[in-house]
């Protein structure tokens, strides 16, 4: 049974940072393409940052280039999205998503992925 466990969310002003981490079981971790999503209170969920299976290839929405990366850790099966610089517009409830991909792969579509989180709420106080 795949699970995606999120955490590391919560309350940062405004400029603030946070580390979010998406622990991942029941799958071989090296075979996965993962990626972060967002929902904001009454909007769609959208794509924020993907990484590929060995971390070669990444991919960020606009909104976060420059300031969000992600990255993953194969030895503890384990994606992170460090925030940086931080603003209102980034209050959402961050989701984790996994897929089988290609090697090189990424992905920014919701649905292309299989498996996904229960979410991390991620509040900014401006």
């Known amino acids: 049974q795949v699970q995606l466990v999120e955490s590391g969310g919560g309350l940062v002003q405004a400029g603030g940072s946070l580390r979010l981490s998406c622990a991942a079981s029941?799958?071989?971790?090296?075979?996965?393409?993962m990626g972060w999503f967002r929902q904001a209170p009454g909007k769609e969920r959208e794509f924020v940052a993907a990484?590929?299976?060995?971390?070669?290839?990444?991919r960020y929405a606009d909104s976060v280039k420059g300031r969000f990366t992600i990255s993953r850790d194969n030895a503890k099966n384990t994606v992170y999205l460090q925030m940086n610089s931080q603003n209102d517009e980034d209050t959402a409830v961050y989701y984790c998503?996994?897929?089988?991909?290609?090697?090189?792969?990424?992905?920014?579509?919701?649905?292309?992925?299989?498996?996904w989180g229960q979410g991390t709420q991620v509040t900014v106080s401006s």
């Open positions: 029941g799958l071989t971790f090296t075979s996965y393409a």
């Open positions: 998503a996994a897929r089988q991909a290609g090697f090189y792969s990424v992905y920014d579509s919701d649905g292309s992925y299989n498996y």
């Open positions: 990484i590929s299976r060995a971390g070669i290839s990444t």
